[in-house]
């Protein structure tokens, strides 16, 4: 018998585990469940992605991870805790970025990082926020106040601002989601290039196939809801660091598409044969 692979050993005692994870929501018919036994192990250091329907649950999944839901039944565990509110071990990032517009962005990144280095010295504090700043392209922006900048600068200073609380998870809402191809582009290269450097441990809710296979270790299906959950997960095996035009000329990598429309297009129209 073959010995399991380093990544099966260390799903054995996941660094996140959403356990029997179910989400219900009053109706006058009763409760009705959205997610239902969603199960879901992730080791130190990958990076997830969680596609799905709309309305599938996939960002409910995600706030609860974050602490800003409550479950009804199960729960989402962090190396052995159990999440239950908000906390500066997770830095998450929405779709549509939430600043202080009368701030800088430089202001914007240090109020988080003020919270969560409570002993560094003021000017240490401003090194790290300028330090990832400046990662993210904004090092020429740094006085700017958030309501003078661009909506793709402002998603910026968002991922500035959750690698800059050295989180041990990142969870990403579809951060690019109201963004232009381009810019779009720019971004989950820059996202790469930290991820690569920091290796936390990412989790993240898109629409987009491509993005998905790009970015991810693995990609976790769900199906549609009422009651949706895990239908499929599939293996990236892209090496990295990651190239985007060396991953559209693998092999796999219109396989790998293949399967994620497929259980899509399966979804759509009512499917859900495809096993957990």
């Not at 976790?220 to 990236?236: C, D, E, F, Q, W």
Request: glycine share 8%.
């Amino acid at each position: 018998m073959p010995e399991p692979d380093s990544m099966s050993m260390e799903l054995l005692n996941p660094f996140l585990h959403f356990t029997d994870t179910t989400k219900e929501y009053p109706s006058p018919n009763g409760p009705i469940a959205v997610v239902e036994g969603f199960e879901l192990r992730i080791a130190k250091g990958e990076f997830i992605t969680i596609i799905g329907h709309s309305g599938c649950g996939k960002s409910t999944m995600l706030m609860v991870a974050a602490g800003l839901n409550k479950v009804s039944r199960g729960g989402v565990i962090l190396q052995n805790r159990l999440i239950e509110e908000p906390g500066p071990d997770r830095g998450v990032v929405f779709q549509s970025p939430s600043l202080f517009p009368w701030m800088t962005a430089l202001q914007n990144v240090l109020i988080g990082v003020d919270q969560v280095r409570p002993n560094d010295s003021h000017k240490e504090r401003v090194a790290v926020c300028k330090h990832y700043l400046e990662r993210v392209g904004l090092g020429d922006s740094l006085n700017k106040k958030a309501s003078e900048l661009s909506i793709g600068m402002k998603q910026r200073v968002s991922l500035a601002r959750a690698f800059a609380l050295k989180p041990k998870l990142l969870l990403l809402d579809e951060p690019f989601g109201m963004l232009d191809s381009l810019t779009r582009a720019d971004l989950q290269e820059i996202l790469l290039d930290i991820w690569n450097t920091e290796k936390i441990t990412a989790l993240m809710v898109t629409h987009d196939v491509d993005e998905a296979l790009y970015l991810s270790d693995r990609v976790v299906m769900m199906t549609s809801g009422p009651r949706a959950h895990v239908g499929n997960i599939l293996k990236v095996n892209f090496e990295r660091p990651r190239n985007k035009q060396e991953v559209i000329e693998h092999p796999d990598y219109y396989v790998h598409r293949g399967t994620l429309i497929g259980f899509l297009e399966s979804e759509s129209y009512g499917d859900h044969s495809v096993a957990a």
